[in-house]
Each structure stands twice: as C-alpha cells, then as structure tokens.
C-alpha cells in the first residue's frame, strides 16, 4: 500500500516560474491537505478538500491554487513563485472527510525558490 | 476558535531520564488531541490521540499524555527517554468549531543527549 505519495522531493524554481506539486493518496480518504513547514512556525493549512470537486481556504492560501478532480489526487499550484515560498511542503489525507480522524502523511516537497 | 501552544521549542535531555513535552489546548467544544512525531527529513507519524475515551492515553513507543479539561492540557511524557526519540513533537487540536479542521502547535524538538 503506497498511502500518500508526493512527488517531486526536491525542487528549486526562480523567483516567478511556476509549478505544480503532486499528491496522490490510495486509500480513498475523502480528506486531503496541504501544509507548509517552517522553522518555528509549525505546519500551516494551504488548502483543504472535503471530497472530490470541493476545496476551500486554510490559513496561508495567497500564492497557491489546487483542484480536486479525483478523490485520489489533490495538486498544488504555486502560480508565480517568490522566495516567502520556500518552505517544506507536506500533503495530508485522512479518511471519510473531515472529523477526528489522525491523518496520513506524504514524505514531503522541499522547495526553494531563488 | 481552536488553538494550541506548545509551552516549549525546545527541550534537552539525558538518555534513560523521563521526557515532559508540554501543550496546551483552547476549545470551546470537546476536542480531538493528537500528538504527532517527526524525526529529521520525515514525513509525520501519530504518536497516539485523544477522541474523549479515556483521559490518560497510551501511544506508540513508551509514550502517554494525559487530558486534563481543568488545565486545557495535553501534556506528552515518557518514563525513559531513547536517543532514538530525538526529533520534532507536535501537538494538533480538532473541534466541531474549527469545522475539525486539525490546527497544529509550532512544535517542540526533543533533543536527547547520550
């Protein structure tokens, strides 16, 4: 069982290039995310999906768009990337949408932008 | 709204000496507790959670916390700490409030010295 696969795990991109960060889950968890991590900071809510054609805001959402076309994928797009972007970026799944469940993680994309 | 603060960015101790990692929770409804453990260049893993079953819970690897509603605490502990323990900690809370939307801690590095 795969669980949550993200892709790629390195990326470096200059400052307004764009890209889009992979997550693809196989448990068919209704719940998917994505976090950034920084230093001191903890990890931070980009977006969020409750299920297929549903996606909605979390904390930091400026700069990053996603789409949830399946239940199985959730993408991340950085449009134009800037340098506050670099960060540690980890997606999240967790079973039967949003509740108390623990969630699954993806081994995470460090991204550096320059 | 839901929150959590870590009391501690960091925390160093010795091998074979017991391990206090401290959290404290807000919630205006009956919350999920989880603490999750992130070791150098991982993914996160649960290390065990709270879903108002017992209050004191056990977790993978020799530890437990223990939910206090008369502090808001969320405390994790171990008799003995392992050099293999040393890695990030973080304290997640999910309430009805927060649509269960889990928010994270800014975390707490364990650092056990031989």
């Known amino acids: 069982n795969a669980g949550v696969t993200q892709t790629p795990k390195f990326q470096v991109l200059k400052t307004g290039q764009s890209m889009t960060l992979q997550c693809a889950q196989d448990m068919n968890h209704e719940y998917m995310s994505w976090y950034r991590q920084d230093p001191g900071m903890g990890l931070r809510l980009i977006h969020y999906?409750?299920?297929?054609?549903?996606?909605d805001q979390g904390e930091v959402p400026n700069g990053y768009n996603v789409s949830r076309s399946t239940t199985e994928d959730f993408p991340l797009r950085l449009l134009s990337a800037a340098p506050s972007q670099t960060s540690v970026y980890f997606c999240a799944s967790s079973p039967a949408g949003v509740s108390n469940e623990k969630l699954f993680f993806g081994s995470g994309t460090q991204l550096s932008v320059l | 709204a839901q929150s959590v603060t870590q009391l501690d960015s960091h925390v160093s101790v010795s091998e074979g000496t017991p391990v206090l990692l401290r959290c404290n929770y807000s919630?205006?409804?009956?919350?999920?507790l989880f603490w999750y453990v992130q070791h150098p260049n991982k993914g996160l893993q649960l290390l065990l959670k709270?879903?108002?079953?017992?209050?004191l819970v056990k977790g993978i690897n020799g530890f437990e916390a223990e939910f206090k509603k008369s502090e808001t605490s969320f405390h994790l502990t171990k008799p003995s700490a392992h050099m293999s323990d040393a890695a990030e900690y973080f304290c997640?809370?999910?309430?009805?409030?927060?649509?269960?939307?889990?928010?994270f801690g800014r975390g707490t590095s364990l650092i056990v010295h031989p």
């Open positions: 999906s409750v299920g297929a054609g549903i996606t």
């Open positions: 709270y879903t108002s079953a017992a209050t």
């Open positions: 997640v809370v999910s309430d009805l409030g927060g649509s269960y939307i889990p928010t």
């Open positions: 919630s205006s409804y009956s919350p999920s």
